[in-house]
C-alpha cells in the first residue's frame, strides 16, 4: 500500500512545462507564518533603535521641564510611536526587497526567452570571418595589353557581404535576406525588395536565399560583387538580377551608396541593417563598412 501511494505521489508531480499544482492550505499557512516572521523581525531591527532615541530625548526633556515628574502615559506613548515608525521602515524594507526580487524574475524571465528563442545577430567587416572575401577568381575576360596572344585571362573580385549569427539555443527555421532599398547621397535610387543569397558563392552551384540558422553556426550573405574591371554586381554569381533597371548602371557615379538590409526568420522579429559602400571606380581604394544600429533603420 506505501508503496502504491508513493506512485500516485510521484504521478502527480508537475512535468516540465506543466503549471504547478495550487499550493495547499498547510503550505499556504507556512508561507504566511515565515513572512509574518520576517515582518517582525524588520520591525525589531528599527524599533529598538527609534525606542533608544525617543525615550532617551523624551525623557530628559521631560525631567527638565517638569521639575523631574514624568507623566504616566509618557512611556505607552513613546512605545506606540515608535512601533509606528518602526512599521513604516520595516514596510519600507520588504517593499524595497520585493521590487529586488520582481527585478531579479524580470532578468530571469529575459534570460530564459534568449534560451528558448533563436537570436539573429549581424557582424561585417574583414575581421568578421566569412564577411569578405578578397582578390578570388571569379571567372575570365578577354587578354589585355601586350599579352594578345593568350585567349583569356583571370578575372578576380570581391564578394562583400555580412555574417548572421545565432547566440540562442533554438534553431531559427527559414532566415531570409532581403535588400530593400539602395541609396546614393540623400536619394533612393531603388526601392523593391530582392533577395539576397547565402553561401555557397560558386556560380557553378546552386544558391539558396533562405535557410535555417543554427545556434553557434555562422552563415554568410553575399550583398555585392565588385570585379577587378570596376562592375558591381548584385550578390554573388549566379545570383540573377530579375529586374529590367541594370543593378551595375546604378554604380556608374562615384560616392557614398547604402545598402538596406531586413533579415528575418519564422520566429524572430525582423533586424534592420544598412551598410555603406565608399565607391571609387576600383576595387582596391573602394570602402565597405556597415552603418550604426541608429542609422539601420528602415
Known amino acids: ?49 527609534w525606542i533608544g532615541v525617543a525615550v532617551g530625548g523624551t525623557a530628559i526633556s521631560g525631567w527638565q521641564m517638569m521639575g523631574g515628574a514624568i507623566p504616566y502615559w509618557f512611556g505607552p506613548l513613546v512605545l506606540c510611536i515608535g512601533l509606528v515608525i518602526a512599521a513604516f521602515q520595516a514596510f519600507r524594507e520588504q517593499a524595497k526587497i520585493a521590487r529586488e526580487a520582481s527585478s531579479r524574475a524580470v532578468e530571469a524571465e529575459e534570460q530564459i526567452k534568449k534560451l528558448i528563442n533563436p537570436i539573429l545577430l549581424i557582424g561585417c567587416g574583414d575581421a568578421v570571418e566569412g564577411a569578405n572575401t578578397r582578390n578570388r577568381q571569379i571567372g575570365t575576360r578577354p587578354p589585355s595589353g601586350v599579352e594578345v596572344f593568350r585567349e583569356t585571362e583571370p578575372l578576380f573580385g570581391d564578394f562583400l557581404g555580412f555574417v548572421i549569427t545565432n547566440p540562442g539555443a533554438v534553431v531559427a527555421e527559414k532566415c531570409r535576406c532581403d535588400l530593400t532599398r539602395l541609396e546614393r547621397g540623400q536619394q533612393t535610387i531603388w526601392s523593391q525588395a530582392s533577395a539576397l543569397p547565402f553561401y555557397p558563392r560558386e556560380a557553378k552551384e546552386e544558391l539558396m536565399t533562405e535557410k535555417d540558422i543554427r545556434p553557434g553556426i555562422p552563415m554568410p550573405v553575399s550583398l555585392c560583387t565588385i570585379t577587378d574591371d570596376g562592375w558591381v554586381l548584385f550578390g554573388s554569381l549566379g545570383r540573377p538580377w530579375r529586374f529590367r533597371d541594370s543593378f551595375e548602371n546604378m554604380f556608374q557615379t562615384h560616392g557614398k551608396y547604402i545598402f538596406r538590409v531586413t533579415v528575418s526568420s519564422e520566429k524572430t522579429p525582423p533586424v534592420f541593417a544598412a551598410f555603406e559602400l565608399e565607391w571609387t571606380g576600383e576595387k582596391s581604394t573602394s570602402d565597405f563598412r556597415k552603418l550604426p544600429a541608429t542609422q539601420a533603420a528602415t
Open 1 to 49: 500500500m506505501t508503496r502504491g501511494r508513493g506512485c500516485d505521489e510521484r504521478s502527480h508531480r508537475p512535468r516540465t512545462g506543466e503549471m504547478p499544482e495550487e499550493p495547499s492550505e498547510h503550505e499556504k499557512e507556512q508561507q504566511w507564518r515565515s513572512d509574518l516572521h520576517s515582518f517582525r523581525k524588520a520591525i525589531w531591527s528599527h524599533w529598538w533603535k
